[in-house]
């Protein structure tokens, strides 16, 4: 797999129509300024996995913040057993 590129910010923004060509065979062009990572230009496709990626997060819950039937059916479950 392409490693990733990082150029400076004024030269990502010169030849931005190099970078967008390159981004697709790279995957990911880090954009930096001063040396350190800023931003990122991600090819169509690296978009499409972030945005999967980002729709397979879970939700965090507390247990305060469960209903009483939540609770007593996590408190009844076995584990390895499909729930009813």
């Known amino acids: ?3 990733n590129t990082a150029v400076p910010a004024s030269d990502f923004a010169r030849n ?4 967008q060509d390159e981004a697709i065979a790279k995957k990911v062009i880090n954009v ?3 040396g350190r990572i800023v931003g990122a230009y ?3 496709a690296e978009f499409a996995h972030y945005e999967l990626l980002k729709r397979r997060e879970r939700e965090i819950l507390t247990v ?3 209903d009483e039937d939540t609770i007593a059916s996590i408190e009844s479950a ?3 057993v499909e729930p009813k």
Not at 16 to 19: D, N, V
């Open 64 to 66: 305060g913040d469960l």
């Open 42 to 44: 991600l090819s169509a």
């Open 1 to 3: 797999m392409p490693r």
């Open 16 to 19: 931005f129509a190099k970078y």
């Open 32 to 34: 930096t300024s001063h």
């Open 78 to 80: 076995e584990y390895g």
